[in-house]
């Protein structure tokens, strides 16, 4: 149990364009999930918090207009890279939590690499 | 500020064993966590401690010591599958996961 997934695994795109990443809890209901960007030789960075049907919290540095996160229900959350550019190169990765779970434990997707060309 | 360190690289042989310490500053304390992120992926759940001592699975272990802000992995018999990055992650106060930068553990036969 407590699988989620990312569709794509990978995408290249050219400069200026605008991508969507899907994460998805597929046999439970997340009730917060988490977008996290990582550099090559780098740890875990996280971008934006967010709840099912609130607005995401994102962390200081990160640009709420430029990441989109949408979370529209309790299984699935969706971030959108607009006007892409090669700066935002990196791999994406979603994670979710279940507040049953006593000690909250986050379940991560198998991530999305992001190429902008 | 909020912080967890961990060396960068270690290097050790295959079939031996290898302790990975963590330690770690942050605003409250709800457990950590150790995770396996080979590259390219995702990270994968190792390991959950909240109390102090010694939680045992299969060839993994994990320590904590939360007066000392203190935690290790032990992994025995080491194998050529098991090189990867191991991330130390904490739950502050706010129940937020805190991540060290990851030690990169490199296995050699």
């Known amino acids: 149990g407590a699988v989620v997934s990312q569709h794509p695994s990978w995408v290249i795109c050219k400069s200026g364009t605008s991508v969507k990443i899907e994460c998805r809890s597929l046999?439970?209901?997340?009730?917060?999930m988490f977008w996290y960007r990582q550099f090559p030789k780098q740890s875990l960075m996280l971008m934006a918090t967010?709840?099912?049907?609130?607005?995401?919290?994102?962390e200081q540095g990160v640009e709420k207009d430029k990441f989109l996160i949408n979370h529209a229900s309790l299984t699935l959350s969706t971030l959108t890279v607009t006007s892409a550019h090669p700066e935002d190169s990196s791999f994406y990765i979603c994670s979710a939590r279940v507040a049953e779970i006593s000690y909250n434990e986050q379940f991560f997707g198998p991530g999305t690499r992001l190429t902008v060309l | 500020g909020q912080n967890i360190d961990q060396p960068t690289e270690m290097t050790a042989t295959e079939g031996a064993i290898v302790q990975i310490n963590c330690t770690y500053q942050?605003?409250?304390?709800?457990?950590l966590f150790w995770y396996q992120q080979h590259a390219g992926e995702a990270p994968t759940f190792l390991s959950y401690n909240v109390l102090d001592g010694l939680e045992e699975k299969g060839r993994f272990s994990s320590f904590l010591s939360r007066s000392k802000g203190y935690s290790y992995l032990l992994l025995k018999e080491l194998q050529m599958k098991d090189s990867a990055s191991y991330l130390c992650a904490v739950l502050d106060s706010n129940y937020q996961l805190i991540w060290g930068a990851g030690t990169k553990l490199i296995i050699k036969p």
């Open positions: 967010s709840n099912e049907g609130s607005k995401a919290t994102y």
């Open positions: 046999d439970f209901q997340a009730t917060t």
């Open positions: 942050t605003s409250g304390f709800n457990g």
